[in-house]
């Protein structure tokens, strides 16, 4: 669906507009359970529509390392882009975070997903983009990781934060795979797609505007063209 015609423009841009409520890109508060951890490197993988404004926005994240588009929730055989498209792969449209706890905390960067990255009220869809491979999704990598997930999502919830419930899923990863070369770093490539223009040039300015301190302008770009 991300191949919409250009013709499609402006219709593309009022569902985007109607997609996103007014409880989004706005300050909420911090995960109580945010346990610090002194490694060097950790990584996560998350699951809210579009893959290239999801990598787009981390990438924009200070104390984030790589991000990587792909695929997870599914097999090896079928993570393909014509294959998820089909919505019967079981896959979500991923990002695989790799951070520097020491800089950016788990519990930060759960805060951008929440805030500014997704909508998590949105069940298995975002905006314009419809299916299950549009979910909201937290695939584990360590238990501390599930526990903190589930805590925020529940401290969120208790507050009332949105004004509908948080949909997202929290299941452990069991596989992720990079997407295909034209699809990383779609947004720094194509910044003047329409899709992009409408859906995610937002998010990024939404990460600067309520989260300064963690902003990079610069991004971590998966590799040069």
């Known amino acids: 669906m991300k191949f919409a015609p250009l013709l499609a423009a402006t219709a593309l841009l009022a569902l985007s507009a109607a997609a996103r409520g007014d409880d989004l ?10 346990p610090a951890n002194p490694a060097a490197s950790e990584t996560v993988v998350l699951a809210g529509g579009c893959f290239w404004g999801q990598q787009a926005v981390f990438e924009h994240v200070k104390g984030v390392t790589r991000v990587v ?17 089909t919505e019967t792969t079981g896959h979500a449209e991923s990002v695989q975070i790799t951070f520097d706890p020491r800089i950016v905390s788990f519990g930060k960067l759960l805060q951008v997903y929440f805030s500014v990255a997704h909508d998590p009220t949105q069940l298995n869809f975002q905006g314009p983009d419809q299916g299950t491979s549009y979910r909201s999704e937290i695939f584990f990598a360590s238990p501390a990781q599930e ?4 805590a925020y999502i529940a401290q969120l919830g208790g507050a009332h934060v949105f004004g509908q419930a948080i949909v997202t899923k929290v299941e452990p990863l069991k596989g992720f795979y990079a997407a295909e070369g034209y699809h990383q770093d779609y947004l720094i490539h ?8 409408f859906n995610d040039l937002p998010k990024l300015a939404a990460l ?18």
Request: charge should be positive; aromatic fraction near 8%; glycine fraction near 8%.
């Open 208 to 225: 600067k505007q309520v989260w300064p301190e963690l902003y990079r302008p610069d991004p971590v770009r998966l590799a040069s063209r």
């Open 25 to 34: 890109d706005k300050k909420i508060p911090g995960a109580a359970l945010d």
């Open 190 to 197: 194509n910044p003047t797609q329409p899709y992009i223009v």
């Open 69 to 85: 588009a792909g695929y997870s929730g599914g097999a090896k055989e079928t993570a393909t882009y014509p294959q998820v498209t």
């Open 147 to 150: 526990k903190a997930a589930r």
